[in-house]
């Protein structure tokens, strides 16, 4: 079992900055991969950004080069920074973990891009 606790999120003007964190705990040695979902509403749920177990990272094509992925192996704690935000950004973002064959989800974070 993993456990995901996500914190950051909010209301941020178009342009401007925001980080996301999400911290993992219980069978972390499990692990191979982790990322991060966002569903729009009326939308069906898409990876934004994933980083695996050797640090490779890869970006949905609307987010790569405003988006980082980001990981503390010693914290157990996974990140995104997202800048430039825009509008069609706003959802509510998932942190995700893959651990063995198992699914695990974050409780979502709504992110607003409004002016």
């Known amino acids: 079992q993993v456990q995901l606790v996500e914190s950051g999120g909010g209301l941020v003007q178009p342009g401007g900055s925001l980080g996301l964190s999400c911290a993992a705990s219980?069978?972390?040695?499990?692990?191979?991969?982790m990322g991060w979902y966002r569903q729009a509403p009326g939308k069906q749920r898409e990876r934004v950004a994933r980083?695996?177990?050797?640090?490779?990272?890869y970006y949905v094509d609307s987010v790569r080069g405003r988006f980082t992925i980001s990981r503390d192996i010693a914290k157990n704690t996974l990140y995104l920074q997202m800048n430039s935000l825009k509008p069609e950004d706003t959802a509510v973002y998932y942190c995700?973990?893959?651990?063995?064959?198992?699914?695990?989800w974050g409780q979502g974070t709504q992110v607003t891009v409004s002016s």
């Open positions: 219980g069978s972390i040695a499990s692990i191979n991969a």
């Open positions: 980083i695996t177990s050797d640090g490779r990272t």
């Open positions: 995700h973990v893959l651990a063995g064959i198992h699914d695990y």
